[in-house]
């Protein structure tokens, strides 16, 4: 069935390094990619995606980067902040808008 | 706030009690998701309305929960004889039919004692 592997389970960098979680999917029909951050009892809320016609997308200290062949796609924040602190979680969908196969999490924690 | 709105926030409930849950989507939004996160996961799919007609319901999803979207408009989701494994945060989320990212709500916290 579908689904999306996504590690480490938790990340923990020192301000200003990059941090790197990855993903893999099962599904080879998913060709929507969005990465959700949700702050301890609040809403995950996107903070970039990609679509399968791309290999990479960047925003600002953000970037995505997809491996179609590979089923596997990865998120890389540069320059992190204490405020990047959250979970992170990766998803696939067949479309944008469309059902939603979430990764595990990824507990990020930047140290001042 | 033109966001995604649920209500109630939080819930406690006896265990084989019955729940109810409310979802207002983005008003222009046709399609509406529930999904349940337990802690330290990442949400699970429940079910999906496209306007009023549900399309897709998980395995996840026993007999025990029923969900509406009556006029394509908000959702309720109903959890029957209520078990402490389903203790969870239950999300709403919308999107214009392919053309819009998800939208998640709040969430309502579920605690089954």
Redesign the interface.
Same mark, same amino acid.
């Given at each position: 069935g579908e689904n999306v592997e996504q590690h480490p389970s938790t990340l923990s960098v020192q301000e200003g390094d990059s941090a790197v979680i990855k993903c893999t999917y099962s599904d080879s029909a998913s060709n929507y990619f969005p990465w959700y951050k949700q702050e301890l009892g609040k809403r995950p809320q996107l903070i970039i995606d990609i679509r399968s016609n791309v290999g990479e997308k960047k925003d600002q200290r953000i970037a995505v980067t997809l491996n179609k062949t590979a089923k596997h796609f990865s998120l890389h924040i540069t320059e992190t902040q204490p405020e990047d602190s959250a979970v992170y979680f990766c998803a696939a969908s067949i479309n944008q808008g469309g059902k939603l196969i979430f990764g595990q999490g990824t507990e990020l924690s930047v140290k001042p | 706030d033109t966001g995604?709105s649920q209500n109630p926030r939080h819930k406690i409930t006896k265990r084989g009690q019955n729940v109810t849950f409310r979802c207002d989507p983005i008003s222009e939004h046709n399609?509406l998701?529930w999904?349940r996160q337990t802690l330290?996961?990442?949400?699970?799919?429940l079910t999906?309305f496209q306007n009023e007609a549900q399309l897709?319901k998980s395995r996840l999803l026993s007999d025990r929960f029923s969900a509406e979207r009556p006029k394509g408009s908000f959702s309720t989701l109903e959890i029957q004889r209520t078990e402490q494994g389903d203790s969870a945060m239950y999300?709403c $989320?919308s999107?214009?039919?392919?053309?819009?990212? $998800?939208?998640?709500?709040?969430?309502t916290r579920l605690t089954v004692v």
């Open positions: - | 995604v399609r998701y999904y330290g996961q990442g949400p699970e799919f999906y897709e999300l $989320a999107s214009f039919d392919g053309q819009t990212e $998800a939208f998640f709500g709040q969430g």
